[in-house]
């Protein structure tokens, strides 16, 4: 997609204000969330002044279809929900679900056990089981089904499910290992056969799944949790030989997305996937995850996967500040770099460059504004809710979640994350169709879509400390506001 979205030629500027007809004036909406204290509050006054930025939106230019934005349904976040009061594990639900809330429309879990588990766990525990006959989605019944339940009883429009394992049984590995290893061969058939009972079982509960991802982070995570390894080549044999025609043969209506890692090797895995007709035939997108920097999403590679199939769903399939422990009812943390993720400690040294310090409320309106101008059309956050601690999980992988809660205390803090993520889900609605604009000014992030009611949804990320004057247009129609410093804001231009 080749936006216009940054400096256009002054004299634009001139000519928009200079204008001796004045323009009628634009009927919007504007919700700010900002490092002064605003969290995704109705803004009514603005200040005007010089120096004004420049945005028109043009919806005749349309690009990607919106999947949705949503969170994670895993272990740790459904098993501390079991921990609060009924009221608190409302709220929660509410503010994620509820129309009163962030509206999440997409959303994914995983297939037997992750590092946000309690414990290592499989729905095939026993070996050799190549029919399956032992296979059970009890595992889930206590926490996570119950929270999917929850919040479906909850959202008056339903969300999509994405489902993705982090490793197949151990027995059916070369290593015989939770962690690591490849898939034995032999057990293509049966790990096929496991995705399609799956489905199955959670259909019986109530619960469709939209879609799966082959594999949690084929690349591996350095053998510290649960994991197996694919091939580019590999999983495009798994998929286009195993587990595309067991599903469709088993007749069910669901994705399948490649990959499912990090943006700076996507080239390599499109290239598999989409290679010809019959490698792409049961690959429906790739999904991808932000780690490989705390700032760049990797535009480049996003806009090379379009270009490879253009029909297919990208999807940002996961993505946390890792490796932190968050702060508790302290805004302003989440608004500093130094509450910045693993990358500063420890990424390798050829890839530090990518990794400087930056602040967590920056990284998700950067990343998420960012993949939006460049095709992507869905974009999952990892755990709706942990612990004061980062957790629970079995590795002591501490990260942080838009909610954080203390179980003993039976408190809840709704971080200014949340609030971030609200500003998208919220807003921009399943189908609605991202449209083009011109903006004035780089150092202003702007990214716009078209809903299906005919309303269109701006949102604009000032990343800076200085405030900026906006002059805002659509049709021949304009209005003059303003947005803070180190603030996200949405606006929202009802159908006229």
């Not at 999509?160 to 015989?176: E, F, H, R, V």
């Not at 999403?297 to 199939?309: C, G, S």
Request: overall charge negative.
């Amino acid at each position: 997609m080749k936006i216009v979205r940054y400096f256009l030629p002054i004299f634009f500027a001139f000519i928009v204000i200079g204008c001796t007809k004045k323009k009628e004036s634009l009927n919007v909406e504007v919700y700010e969330t900002s490092a002064a204290g605003n969290n995704l509050t109705r803004i009514k006054e603005f200040k005007t002044g010089d120096n004004v930025s420049i945005i028109k939106l043009n919806p005749e230019e349309e690009f990607q279809t919106i999947t949705g934005f949503g969170g994670s349904f895993t272990e740790s976040s459904a098993y501390l929900l079991n921990k609060l009061s009924k009221k608190n594990r409302n709220l929660i639900l509410e503010a994620y679900f509820g129309e009163s809330g962030a509206k999440y429309s997409l959303t994914r879990t995983h297939m037997n056990s992750c590092d946000f588990s309690i414990s290592n766990y499989s729905y095939s525990p026993v070996a050799d089981d190549i029919e399956l006959n032992h296979f059970s989605i009890d595992e889930d019944k206590d926490d996570i089904i119950p929270m999917i339940k929850d919040a479906m009883s909850i959202s008056k429009e339903g969300f999509k499910i994405l489902s993705s394992p982090w490793t197949a049984s151990p027995w059916m590995k070369d290593n015989n290992k939770w962690v690591g290893g490849k898939l034995l061969p032999k057990y293509y058939d049966t790990w096929a056969l496991f995705f399609s009972k799956y489905v199955t079982a959670y259909k019986e509960e109530g619960i469709d799944i939209w879609g799966f991802t082959v594999e949690n982070e084929p690349l591996g995570n350095g053998n510290n949790w649960e994991s197996m390894h694919y091939s580019p080549d590999e999983m495009t044999n798994f998929v286009q030989n195993y587990l595309g025609p067991k599903l469709e043969a088993d007749k069910h209506n669901v994705k399948i997305l490649g990959y499912d890692q990090n943006r700076e090797h996507l080239k390599e895995w499109v290239d598999s996937q989409f290679k010809n007709e019959e490698t792409s035939k049961y690959f429906d997108g790739t999904a991808v995850h932000w780690y490989a920097s705390t700032y760049d999403y990797f535009p480049e590679e996003l806009q090379y996967a379009h270009a490879k199939a253009p029909n297919k769903h990208i999807i940002q399939s996961e993505a946390c500040v890792d490796s932190e422990i968050p702060k508790w009812k302290d805004d302003a943390w989440y608004w500093k770099k130094e509450a910045t993720d693993w990358g500063w400690d420890w990424a390798p040294e050829k890839d530090k460059h990518l990794h400087p310090k930056y602040a967590p409320v920056n990284r998700y309106a950067r990343d998420i504004i960012g993949c939006l101008n460049n095709w992507v059309d869905g974009w999952v956050d990892w755990n709706m809710v942990l612990d004061t601690q980062g957790g629970p999980n079995w590795f002591k992988n501490w990260c942080v979640a838009p909610v954080i809660v203390d179980p003993e205390k039976d408190e809840v803090y709704f971080t200014p994350l949340y609030y971030t993520l609200a500003h998208f889900s919220k807003y921009i609605r399943p189908g609605a169709t991202v449209i083009g604009l011109e903006n004035s000014d780089k150092d202003l992030m702007v990214t716009s879509a078209q809903n299906s009611d005919g309303s269109i949804v701006t949102v604009l990320f000032n990343e800076g400390n200085v405030a900026k004057n906006i002059n805002l247009n659509l049709n021949n129609k304009s209005i003059d506001i303003s947005i803070n410093g180190q603030a996200i804001q949405t606006i929202v231009i009802p159908k006229s």
